[in-house]
């Protein structure tokens, strides 16, 4: 993943890179998230980098696409995504109250499948669940906030 993302290479001021690593599924996956800071709050991200050992492939097309998916989904939640409850009744009413990513706004997602002969693990989700902390841990790198709620609009951030 360093090489992969050029970790050790700096960035400009204002831009920051994040880093996220763990087993999700029985697979062992890492994130770099890359973002430039826009103004006060503004969020415009750069550079998403997914490493993933799943075990044995026997489908990287398909590995690759659930991965991108997933990180895509994640990053949605991880930026946006709140349902907000009052007096016990959900006030969103349909997704044109629940943000999410749209098109335009997404990153492209290079992934990075790791050779095993290894038992297969698990990829349907295995991207959603790294790319939030290593969000924040980019927004802090390029920002200086630690950010320790999502989704990051709670902290007046916002996708440019």
């Known amino acids: 993943l360093a090489e992969q993302s050029n970790w050790g290479d700096p960035l400009p001021e204002g831009r920051g890179r994040g880093l996220a ?10 994130t770099v998230v890359e973002l430039s800071a826009v103004g ?9 980098v997914t ?3 799943c075990g044995l492939v026997t489908n990287p097309t398909s590995v690759k696409a659930q991965m991108e998916g997933g990180t895509l989904f994640g990053l949605s939640a991880a930026l946006f995504n709140e349902i907000e409850i009052e007096q016990g009744q959900v006030q969103q009413e349909n997704f044109h109250e629940y943000r999410q990513l749209r098109m335009g706004e997404a990153p492209s997602v290079e992934v990075d499948i790791v050779p095993s002969a290894e038992a297969p693990g698990g990829v349907g989700e295995a991207g959603t669940a790294l790319i939030g902390p290593a969000l924040v841990n980019a927004v802090h790198a390029a920002f200086g906030d630690r950010v320790r709620q999502l989704p990051l ?5 916002y996708i440019v």
């Open 51 to 53: 490493v993933v050992d």
């Open 153 to 157: 609009t709670r902290s007046g951030y």
């Open 40 to 48: 006060d709050k503004g969020i415009r991200i750069d550079r998403l």
């Open 21 to 30: 690593v763990g087993e999700v599924f029985g697979s062992v996956v890492a």
